[in-house]
């Protein structure tokens, strides 16, 4: 992405042929303001509409998207450089609004009850939904992540404003064509193009912020947030770390690591970023993660080939070598991969193992966002304890036992929000139950589970006396 000042606007690079090919337009803080005025008008519309007309307006919605899915696909492949993974977020979109239109009823339902103190009030726990969410979304998961936010909140009854990464902005122009042929939808769902400039105007314009990306602009957001006197819901980084107890199956650990570790070119929050393995069994792991890794190649020169894409980001390379070279200057050994490659105008890198790591390299204690998996060996299971939670990260983990009951012991210990038990990366699957990210991957309420709904309401209660009222006489001292 290059930035011209002549006509304020962006050129965004195609990850694989690395050319400048689309442009976008940043989005002025005065033009995001006139869009959150017109939204609030429609919100009222869109609220007072009912559950039952958001449910059959999302459903249309879907209907659009499907047809539209070529087109879609077309432009998240151009955005990210991978197909398999393009078709995933379209579905993965079509998923979540199936998901939480079947939620929905159950969550929005008004709760009434008699207190316990004053028996003849009733009580009414209503749900009054934020008027305007603004989400800001990262280049990762580009479609997936704008959405993950905005549909709950829609089905909430709030209107919302996307402002997608200025990285991988292409999708946004296809599915906008499929919001504006649903009436309704089409006046509580704009996309705003732009960089960090559109995100900050966009914080200064709504009720409540919805933030995905990195803890460094997640604390921008924070402070912004704290200014205008909203809520802001941040989805940040993370260095996971997968957890392999003595004992356990280390193929199965091998294969689930691999994957979670470099799915989408380990460019994914919940990525295994560290692996800590029992001294008994380091060696046979290490050969093992090492072949597999090996055999995994990458998706050139064809978007159809292979598993490993590009990097999206072109900079991320330098990060990812920056942390490679650390490493390895301080005795890290590279089993495979490891080469920040060129092909085709695209930066690539293979996926890497890294063994003979230590805590006093950055590979073990900084977001890498790149397929890199360092290996170290612990003696005690209190050694390993303290090192998966060396970190000031906790968005998620992975525990490895031969005893389930074993795994979630030590789980109980983890500093994280996500554990997954005898796998990995099953955050980035199964978005059933609410967890909260630890230490700076985030603050706020669950985005998945149900408060991933409940999040964008403010809750109200009615008191309905149908006794007598107290006279002022009951307070004399
Ligand atoms: P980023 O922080 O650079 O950018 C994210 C978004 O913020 C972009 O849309 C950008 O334009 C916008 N932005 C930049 N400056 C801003 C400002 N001052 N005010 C408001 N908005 C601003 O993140 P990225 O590089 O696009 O994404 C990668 C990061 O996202 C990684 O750290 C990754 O771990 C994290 N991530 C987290 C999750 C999660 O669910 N926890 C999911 C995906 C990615």
Same mark, same amino acid.
């Given at each position: 992405?290059?930035? &011209? ?6 050129? =965004?690079? #195609? ?23 017109? %939204? ?47 078709? !995933? ?7 979540? =609004? ?49 959405? =993950?936010?905005?549909?709950?909140? %829609? ?9 997608? *990464? ?12 499929? =919001? ?68 356990? /199956? ?9 994957? +979670? ?24 792991? @290490? ?37 490679? +070279? ?11 991969? !490891? ?5 085709? !105008? ?8 890294? &063994?003979? @790591? /230590?805590?006093?390299?950055? @590979? ?7 397929? %890199?998996?360092? @290996? ?12 998966? #939670? ?5 968005? &998620? ?5 031969? *005893? ?15 554990? &997954? ?43 309905? #006396? ?12």
């Amino acid at each position: 992405m290059t930035r &011209s000042p002549m006509t304020n606007s962006l050129s =965004i690079r #195609n990850p694989r042929s690395g050319k400048y090919d689309y442009e976008i337009p940043v989005t002025t803080a005065a033009e995001i303001e006139t869009l959150a005025v017109r %939204l609030r008008k429609s919100q009222d519309g869109w609220r007072d509409g009912g559950l039952d007309m958001r449910i059959a307006v999302l459903q249309q919605w879907k209907a659009e998207l499907a047809s539209a899915g070529d087109d879609i696909i077309a432009a998240l492949q151009a955005d990210t450089g991978r197909r398999k993974i393009a078709e !995933g977020e379209l579905f993965g979109v079509m998923g979540m =609004i199936d998901r939480w239109c079947d939620q929905a009823p159950a969550l929005l339902q008004t709760k009434q009850w008699n207190s316990a103190t004053m028996p003849d009030v009733a009580l009414q726990q209503r749900l009054d939904p934020y008027p305007l969410l603004g989400v800001i979304s990262p280049w990762n998961f580009p479609f997936l992540l704008s959405f =993950i936010d905005a549909i709950p909140a %829609l089905l909430a009854g709030c209107a919302a404003i996307v402002k997608p *990464s200025e990285v991988t902005p292409r999708f946004a122009s296809p599915v906008a064509e499929t =919001i504006a042929r649903v009436p309704m939808l089409r006046d509580v769902l704009p996309f705003i193009p732009g960089d960090g400039r559109s995100g900050a105007a966009l914080i200064a314009a709504v009720d409540v912020v919805a933030f995905t990306g990195s803890v460094a602009t997640g604390k921008k957001v924070a402070a912004a947030a704290a200014e205008s006197f909203i809520p802001a819901f941040l989805e940040l980084g993370g260095k996971d770390p997968a957890v392999v107890l003595p004992g356990s /199956d280390i193929d199965r650990a091998a294969t689930a690591i691999l994957r +979670a570790s470099v799915t989408a070119t380990g460019q994914a929050c919940q990525s295994i970023e560290r692996i800590y393995v029992h001294e008994s069994q380091y060696n046979e792991f @290490v050969a093992m993660l090492t072949d597999k890794a090996s055999k995994t190649p990458l998706s050139y020169p064809e978007l159809s080939d292979g598993v490993i894409g590009p990097l999206i980001f072109d900079k991320q390379a330098e990060i990812i070598g920056a942390h490679i +070279a650390d490493a390895t200057g301080k005795g890290a050994k590279i089993e495979t991969g !490891g080469e920040i490659l060129h092909h085709g !105008g695209g930066v690539w890198i293979e996926p890497t193992v890294l &063994s003979d @790591v /230590d805590h006093s390299m950055d @590979v073990m204690r900084e977001e890498t966002f790149g397929p %890199l998996m360092p @290996v170290m060996s612990y003696a005690t299971k209190s050694e390993a304890l303290e090192l998966a #939670n060396d970190t000031h990260y906790g968005l &998620s983990a992975a525990v490895f036992a031969p *005893s389930e009951d074993d795994a979630v012991r030590f789980a109980e210990k983890l500093e994280a929000g996500g554990i &997954s038990i005898n796998d990995a990366g099953m955050t980035a699957m199964v978005f059933e139950a609410c967890k909260n990210a630890f230490k700076l991957s985030g603050i706020g309420p669950s985005r998945m589970g149900a408060t991933g709904l409940t999040r964008f309401f403010r809750q109200k209660a009615l008191y309905l #006396n149908r006794g007598g009222v107290i006279p002022i006489e009951a307070r004399a001292e």
